[in-house]
């Protein structure tokens, strides 16, 4: 089923060489065509993600791709066109995609074609222009929940709590009944992650003797894992806390990677975009309120400095706005 507005032509944010982000300019490109897996999606947003810069430095480039390339692994918008295997979504829906597999281009494009396996009905709650910011980081959010399996009850720890990944966890981590330690980047952070449910916010940039004396008050039997989203030092004195056996887990892109040490399980993760991982993010979010962080907007002509935007400091997420 098709829409009869979609056009032939769009405007998109395309590369024709590797590099930093003055490569990536405007232009107007085909609207591409779907298999009988696919829709075709009326973009609204895009989210900006170190990703995006992995693939514009030619570094994780989809397979299949051809330039120019279109970047843009997640996204929201409107399904303008299904094709006739297609089953769960349909022409007129409001969707979310995380989608690293995409060799018809992404989301920084007034039109994207995705399978529709990596594509999920925008949860209530969440405002439809900042969907497309979530998807990667909130699958990765669940995936680390999940290689940890904590029963309820247990405690926590986010580290780089008040980032992109790590503000969704702590949220997606209190409807799984744990107990939430957020360490958080400055007053800010701490303010975001206290408004999001944690029990307890503390600043990493603080002193961490203190810091893991007040931990040390809220689990004196000691944390049950630490969810990590930066490492480093201070990660180092943060597994102190841990209890004998603790797990520290981490998204594959960490750096530098946690080491191994004594009493202490270390397990690296991947986010999954699949139909039953969709169907499970969009349960936790509905079961209350859930909030999308976007540190900063900017329109598709903007992109460049939105990919210079990502090597500074900011709180959530930052978003392109398509339509």
């Given at each position: 089923m098709v829409d009869g507005d979609v056009p032939?032509?769009?405007?998109?944010?395309?590369?024709?060489a590797f590099g930093g982000p003055e490569v990536i300019t405007l232009r107007k490109l085909p609207v591409p065509d779907i298999a009988d897996d696919e829709v075709l999606i009326k973009v609204l947003s895009a989210g900006v993600g170190v990703w995006d810069v992995y693939e514009r430095q030619g570094v994780l480039v989809p397979e299949g791709s051809d330039l120019p390339i279109v970047p843009g692994s997640d996204g929201a918008g409107t399904v303008v066109a299904a094709g006739g295997k297609v089953t769960g979504v349909g022409v007129g829906d409001l969707v979310y995609v995380s989608a690293t597999a995409r060799p018809k281009?992404?989301?920084y494009a007034e039109y994207a074609a995705v399978q529709a396996q990596y594509v999920a009905t925008?949860?209530?709650?969440?405002?439809?222009e900042h969907a497309g910011a979530m998807p990667t980081d909130a699958l990765t959010a669940l995936a680390g929940l999940d290689a940890l399996s904590l029963s309820a009850g247990a405690w926590l720890l986010i580290f780089g709590a008040?980032?992109?990944?790590?503000?969704?966890?702590?949220?997606?981590?209190?409807?799984?009944?744990?107990?939430?330690?957020?360490?958080?980047?400055?007053?800010?952070?701490?303010?975001?992650?206290?408004?999001l449910g944690a029990d307890v916010s503390l600043d990493g940039h603080?002193?961490?003797?203190?810091?893991?004396?007040r931990i040390r008050d809220a689990a004196p039997a000691g944390v049950d894992a630490i969810l990590a989203m930066a490492?480093?030092?201070?990660?180092?004195?943060?597994?102190e806390a841990l209890v004998d056996g603790g797990v520290v887990a981490y998204a594959h892109g960490v750096r530098p990677e946690p080491g191994e040490r004594p009493g202490v399980v270390v397990r690296a993760y991947d986010g999954e975009s699949?139909?039953?991982?969709?169907q499970r993010l969009n349960e936790l979010i509905e079961a209350g309120p859930f909030v999308v962080h976007v540190a900063e907007t900017f329109p598709l002509g903007k992109v460049r400095e939105a990919h210079k935007r990502l090597e500074t400091s900011y709180l959530?997420?930052?978003?392109?706005?398509?339509?």
């Open positions: 032939e032509q769009m405007q998109a944010a395309a590369f024709d281009g992404g989301f925008v949860p209530h709650g969440v405002p439809a008040s980032g992109g990944q790590g503000h969704l966890a702590v949220q997606l981590a209190k409807r799984q009944g744990l107990n939430v330690i957020a360490v958080a980047s400055g007053a800010d952070g701490v303010a975001l992650v206290t408004r603080g002193d961490m003797t203190e810091v893991l004396a490492s480093g030092k201070t990660l180092d004195r943060l597994t699949s139909p039953r991982q969709l959530g997420k930052l978003l392109l706005t398509v339509a």
